[in-house]
């Protein structure tokens, strides 16, 4: 550290000679007494300030500089003369300096001498590369901008405004509040009150609808933003709000689309702050950047919504047999991406008997998605062209993948609910089921006891040996049964683990027991899938009613193939 005194002077007592070079010092130098009161300040530090000599010296430096007293500033000067130990520290004085300065503490034994150097520009330029990557990274973190959209002026401010609002344009062309924010909380409200009454009423001359319409951003300053002047600006409430902010410029930039604007980004800088060109610059950025955003939403959504229409177009409703209720119900995953190889199916054999199907290719794309169209096509062709059983159809299936060289796996689940008339007799019907690879019946008793069948991972799944043994395993139920078919979509999550699931599942299933089927399934879904699923979620139940009385208004119309018999319970 240079010393700015005489050999054999006690530090911090200056000679005009050191005062004069003090003086042509480029930075700023105010010395401090150990009372902390105002001994000096050089030329340098008069410029930066603002203040003379004659309005500080001999004043306490916390009087002269009241908002340092307790901040990070006052604490790192109070700890540099405790520890008798240099503190560096950067922050931001507001009124009337509204600048940023770099300050080095450092003790003496008559005191502490402060040295700055006024970095607002340097420290600007850092506030807009963050306020840039803050935003991109909030933007960049979602596929669902208009979520992100909102805090996006609080991310804005006070690097490049002191307020500021995003407008969107609404289906009917008209501008809509999407989030506001002021660098001082307590007057958010008014920015808000200020966004929301321009959207109903702006003259057309005003910064947004002349940002909206010419597609160019709009600046306005000084005399048009008070008196008269500022009628062209905004009107009403509007106006009222305006005025109480009192912005020395207000910027609207528009949010563009690759072919029309969809909002408006609008900052407003106080009187006190300087209109910045790289401020500017950088909102213009941002707003390219929310409108990016917002056209990859829109395209993300259109890619979602087609996916989940054509997957839905391929899972047709089910049949309605007499005296047996069927529901089926699909939940597409939280990724459009992931839109693919989950399916159900539910059809009348040509023997009368109620075939259910649960299916899931492996993948989660649009291979997976035709892969499963396929695979669903072809299991549909071969149960319902005569009478056999779950696993004779599975294995047909199989042969059909290694003979069409399709190069795919997915698990599946059959389960085939035969009567004969003894069987009728006795109120009861058999369930004939095969499981490659896939979760396993969910049996749902009349008592309301939960039976799950066997072990869960079943045979060998769909797609690897064509040639593997594959068996029926048959169920004896009592009407008044239901019986759920899932994908793993229901009980997996990241983390967990399926045997965890599996026990939700039971728990659910037992708890809902007695509630009508199309209820049932709905809250066995909304208890296991808390939010929008990581994978899809496919779900096809039947509840046996019984066959002894009419068929229950809750179960709907009877629908049948007119190939199918008269049920011969009504016979």
Same mark, same amino acid.
């Given at each position: 550290?240079?010393r700015?005194w005489?050999s054999?002077?006690?530090?911090?007592?200056?000679?005009?000679?050191?005062?004069?070079?003090?003086?042509?010092?480029?930075?700023g130098?105010i +010395?401090?007494?150990?009372e902390?009161?105002?001994?000096?300040?050089?030329?340098?530090?008069?410029r930066?300030?603002?203040?003379?000599?004659?309005d500080?010296?001999?004043?306490s430096?916390?009087?002269?500089?009241p908002?340092n007293?307790d901040?990070?500033?006052?604490?790192?000067y109070?700890?540099?003369v405790?520890?008798?130990?240099? #503190?560096?520290?950067?922050?931001?004085?507001?009124?009337p300096?509204?600048q940023?300065?770099? $300050?080095?503490?450092?003790?003496t034994a008559?005191? *502490?001498?402060?040295?700055?150097t006024e $970095?607002?520009?340097?420290?600007?330029?850092v506030?807009?590369?963050?306020?840039? %990557?803050r935003?991109?990274?909030?933007?960049?973190g979602? *596929?669902?901008?208009?979520?992100a959209?909102p #805090?996006?002026?609080?991310?804005?401010v006070?690097?490049?405004?002191?307020?500021?609002?995003?407008?969107?344009?609404?289906?009917d062309?008209s501008?809509?509040?999407? /989030?506001?924010?002021?660098? &001082?909380?307590?007057?958010?409200? *008014?920015?808000?009150?200020?966004?929301?009454?321009?959207?109903?009423?702006?003259?057309?001359?005003?910064p947004?609808l002349?940002?909206?319409?010419?597609?160019?951003?709009?600046t306005? !300053?000084?005399?048009?933003?008070?008196?008269?002047? =500022?009628?062209?600006?905004?009107?009403?409430?509007?106006?009222?709000a305006?005025?109480?902010?009192?912005?020395?410029?207000?910027t609207a930039?528009?949010?563009?689309?690759?072919?029309?604007?969809?909002?408006?980004?609008?900052l /407003?800088?106080?009187?006190?702050?300087?209109?910045?060109?790289?401020? =500017?610059?950088t909102?213009?950025e941002?707003?390219?950047?929310?409108?990016?955003?917002?056209?990859?939403a829109?395209?993300y959504?259109?890619?979602?919504?087609? @996916?989940?229409?054509?997957?839905?177009s391929?899972?047709?409703a089910?049949?309605?047999?007499?005296?047996?209720?069927?529901?089926?119900?699909?939940?597409?995953?939280?990724?459009?991406?992931r839109?693919?190889?989950?399916?159900?199916?539910?059809?009348v054999?040509?023997d009368?008997?109620?075939?259910l199907?649960?299916?899931?290719v492996?993948?989660h &794309? !649009? @291979?997976?998605? %035709? %892969?499963m169209?396929?695979?669903?096509?072809?299991?549909?062709?071969?149960?319902?062209?005569?009478?056999?059983?779950?696993?004779?159809?599975?294995?047909q *299936?199989?042969?059909?993948?290694?003979?069409?060289?399709?190069?795919?796996? @997915?698990?599946?689940a059959?389960?085939?609910?035969?009567?004969?008339?003894?069987?009728? #007799?006795?109120?009861?019907?058999?369930?004939?089921?095969a499981?490659?690879?896939?979760?396993?019946?969910?049996?749902?008793?009349?008592?309301g006891?939960?039976?799950?069948?066997?072990?869960?991972?079943?045979?060998l799944m769909?797609?690897?040996?064509?040639?593997?043994?594959r068996?029926?395993?048959?169920?004896?139920?009592?009407?008044?049964?239901?019986?759920?078919?899932y994908?793993?979509g229901?009980?997996?999550?990241?983390?967990?683990?399926?045997?965890? /699931?599996?026990?939700?599942?039971?728990?659910?299933?037992?708890?809902l027991?007695?509630?009508? =089927? &199309?209820?049932?399934c709905?809250?066995?879904?909304? #208890?296991?899938?808390e939010?929008?699923?990581?994978?899809?979620? %496919?779900?096809?139940?039947?509840? =046996?009613?019984?066959?002894?009385?009419?068929r229950?208004? +809750?179960?709907?119309?009877?629908?049948?193939?007119?190939?199918? /018999?008269p049920?011969?319970?009504?016979?």
């Amino acid at each position: 550290m240079a010393r700015w005194w005489r050999s054999g002077d006690d530090p911090g007592t200056e000679t005009d000679g050191d005062t004069q070079t003090l003086d042509t010092m480029p930075i700023g130098l105010i +010395e401090l007494d150990t009372e902390w009161t105002v001994r000096f300040l050089n030329d340098a530090a008069e410029r930066m300030t603002g203040y003379t000599r004659a309005d500080v010296l001999g004043r306490s430096y916390w009087e002269a500089f009241p908002a340092n007293a307790d901040n990070e500033v006052g604490e790192a000067y109070r700890e540099a003369v405790a520890r008798r130990e240099p #503190r560096t520290v950067e922050a931001f004085y507001p009124e009337p300096l509204n600048q940023w300065f770099e $300050v080095q503490a450092v003790p003496t034994a008559q005191g *502490l001498w402060l040295y700055f150097t006024e $970095v607002s520009a340097r420290r600007q330029a850092v506030e807009r590369l963050a306020a840039l %990557a803050r935003v991109s990274a909030e933007l960049a973190g979602t *596929l669902h901008a208009s979520a992100a959209v909102p #805090r996006i002026p609080r991310l804005l401010v006070p690097a490049l405004a002191s307020w500021a609002t995003i407008s969107l344009v609404a289906p009917d062309g008209s501008l809509q509040d999407a /989030g506001s924010w002021h660098v &001082d909380p307590t007057r958010t409200g *008014l920015v808000r009150r200020f966004a929301a009454a321009a959207q109903q009423s702006s003259p057309t001359t005003s910064p947004a609808l002349r940002a909206l319409a010419t597609g160019a951003p709009v600046t306005t !300053t000084g005399g048009r933003l008070t008196g008269r002047a =500022l009628d062209a600006v905004a009107s009403g409430e509007a106006r009222q709000a305006l005025q109480a902010l009192a912005p020395g410029a207000m910027t609207a930039l528009p949010i563009k689309g690759p072919d029309r604007v969809l909002g408006i980004l609008t900052l /407003g800088v106080d009187r006190h702050r300087t209109a910045d060109p790289a401020d =500017l610059a950088t909102a213009t950025e941002v707003a390219q950047r929310i409108g990016l955003a917002l056209d990859n939403a829109r395209l993300y959504e259109q890619q979602r919504h087609l @996916a989940e229409e054509l997957q839905r177009s391929m899972l047709t409703a089910p049949p309605e047999p007499d005296h047996a209720e069927i529901v089926v119900r699909y939940m597409p995953a939280a990724e459009a991406a992931r839109v693919g190889g989950d399916w159900y199916d539910a059809f009348v054999q040509p023997d009368g008997a109620t075939t259910l199907v649960i299916g899931d290719v492996v993948g989660h &794309d !649009t @291979a997976a998605a %035709a %892969a499963m169209g396929q695979l669903r096509s072809m299991l549909r062709g071969i149960a319902v062209t005569g009478d056999a059983g779950p696993a004779q159809v599975l294995r047909q *299936l199989d042969g059909a993948i290694a003979q069409l060289q399709l190069q795919t796996y @997915a698990t599946a689940a059959l389960a085939r609910f035969e009567q004969t008339p003894a069987d009728l #007799r006795r109120g009861i019907t058999r369930m004939r089921w095969a499981n490659a690879g896939h979760p396993p019946p969910l049996v749902i008793h009349p008592d309301g006891t939960v039976a799950e069948l066997a072990s869960w991972h079943g045979e060998l799944m769909l797609g690897v040996d064509h040639t593997t043994p594959r068996s029926d395993s048959v169920v004896t139920l009592d009407r008044d049964t239901t019986v759920l078919l899932y994908t793993d979509g229901l009980i997996e999550r990241r983390g967990a683990d399926l045997d965890d /699931g599996m026990e939700r599942l039971r728990a659910a299933a037992a708890d809902l027991a007695d509630r009508p =089927l &199309d209820e049932l399934c709905d809250e066995v879904i909304a #208890r296991l899938v808390e939010t929008t699923p990581e994978d899809d979620v %496919a779900l096809v139940a039947i509840r =046996l009613h019984r066959q002894d009385r009419p068929r229950p208004d +809750e179960a709907g119309p009877q629908v049948v193939p007119p190939t199918v /018999g008269p049920d011969p319970a009504t016979s």
